[in-house]
């Protein structure tokens, strides 16, 4: 999941669509009050660039947890990956058919609204940005992680802060980003979504190079199957695969909208092979050992673990701007119209930096990378990727819906509820278990 691109439905400059044959597309857009507007839509994207965007978007924060889920888990739960990549790619075919239904559907929230009404919306969004910003937590503690590695032997003079030198590096890193989230214009810093998704692949070339070149032998154990840490686990997988609310623009951007279901299998059959590639490598290389973020097994003194490191500490500063100025312009545009621009960019500012240190203060509250994102996926990200899409689809075609078809869609429904459940509360009990024992060491 890359999450630079997951609020750019909800507005609009955040896009990194590439131009070609530009053509638009007149809309009817409902205000929400029962009026409509037109808008222009640029329909620009053929088929491979619609296919390197959704990749690119799909590429995220899942890549370093992969080889870690699939140690827990055992090499059968590799299918669980593979599985849950079509089960995406299936549900985007969804998406794109409700889209299809009714020209003013323009985001994932539409789609909600569509189908279950105002509720449906209200619905969709919450988890929109609840996902967003628990990934957002997870991205500042895997910065504070990896910064910890990178100055392991270097310690400041920082007593007076009550920090360790990675949590004083990670707030600072944080001040530094804070700026971005008071721009009016995100097109002004659009090269940090490049910049992203270059250093996910970054990270990746890393592990494959290490396994290549690196000295250390793949050829560590992975057991077969860990029955009892599938529901953990499955969050993990999950989430690696949760961009859904991103795909109504890409097809609205595309100039063959119909070809949007070769996309996603495309795109989906790219990055699966390529999360189970890192899985397996990653595995393979530090067996049991391995960490939830593979970036910290990384031989210390070779320069590709440098630059995954420094990696995995950049790519949280390209995203805070496009995932919280989005989430704070919700809040813009209740004011009343009397309210001048000034005032309006002041509000939208300080509530950004409000949620920015928010994520930074829990992030180093609650410090446990594997936990939190693994909460995520199974909290949010089943919902957003598949239960809602199946929900939306089965509603809104269900006269023409056929009987295999609602069976497979309420088949899906359920089995991912109970996934969802079960590795909620194996999660949060995980996670209320480790902060039980951080405390009483603390207090001893």
């Not at 055992?74 to 599985?83: M, N, P, T």
């Not at 009714?102 to 789609?111: A, E, G, L, T, V």
């Not at 609205?252 to 397996?280: C, G, H, L, N």
Request: net charge positive; glycine share 6%.
């Amino acid at each position: 999941m890359n999450i630079s691109d997951v609020c750019s439905e909800e507005y609009n400059n955040n896009r990194d669509l590439h131009v070609h044959d530009e053509k638009k597309l007149t809309v009817l857009i409902d205000n929400g009050d029962g009026a409509a507007r037109k808008e222009d839509v640029k329909t620009n994207s053929s088929f491979l660039h619609s296919v390197i965007n959704m990749s690119a978007i799909l590429i995220g924060l899942g890549q370093l947890s992969t080889p870690y889920a699939l140690q827990k888990g055992g090499w059968v739960s590799s299918f669980l990956l593979i599985g849950f990549g079509i089960l995406c790619a299936y549900t985007s075919h969804l998406l794109g058919r409700c889209l299809k239904k009714d020209q003013k559907i323009r985001n994932y929230s539409d789609i909600g609204n569509h189908a279950f009404g105002a509720k449906g919306k209200v619905i969709a969004s919450t988890f929109i940005y609840l996902e967003v910003f628990m990934a957002l937590v997870s991205f500042t503690i895997a910065l504070n992680d990896n910064l910890a590695t990178v100055f392991d032997e270097k310690h400041l003079n920082i007593s007076w802060t009550h920090l360790s030198t990675s949590q004083f590096l990670t707030v600072t890193a944080v001040i530094v980003a804070l700026p971005t989230v008071w721009l009016k214009d995100l097109s002004k810093i659009s090269f940090l979504s490049v910049v992203g998704i270059i250093l996910s692949f970054l990270i990746f070339y890393s592990v494959i190079h290490i396994a290549a070149f690196g000295g250390v032998k793949a050829n560590r154990f992975i057991p077969v199957l860990r029955l009892h840490n599938i529901p953990a686990i499955s969050g993990l997988y999950v989430f690696s695969f949760s961009t859904h609310v991103v795909f109504p623009d890409i097809y609205r951007s595309m100039k063959d909208p119909s070809k949007f279901t070769k996309v996603s299998i495309v795109s989906f059959t790219i990055v699966t092979t390529f999360y189970t590639t890192i899985a397996f490598v990653g595995a393979k290389l530090f067996g049991p050992e391995v960490n939830s973020q593979v970036t910290l097994n990384m031989p210390k003194h070779l320069l590709v673990t440098k630059m995954a490191l420094w990696a995995t500490v950049l790519a949280p500063l390209t995203k805070y701007a496009f995932a919280l100025v989005p989430i704070a312009s919700q809040y813009d545009r209740k004011l009343p119209s009397s309210v001048s621009s000034n005032t309006r960019w002041f509000i939208r500012g300080t509530i950004g930096s409000m949620l920015l240190i928010l994520v930074l203060i829990l992030a180093l509250a609650v410090p446990y990378f594997e936990q939190v994102l693994g909460l995520t996926g199974s909290l949010v990200s089943i919902s957003v990727s598949i239960i809602f899409p199946c929900a939306f689809y089965t509603k809104i075609y269900w006269s023409q819906i056929s009987k295999p078809f609602l069976a497979l869609n309420v088949s899906l429904i359920v089995i991912a509820s109970v996934l969802g459940v079960l590795g909620t509360i194996s999660s949060s009990k995980s996670l209320v278990n480790i902060v039980i024992k951080k405390s009483l060491s603390v207090s001893y």
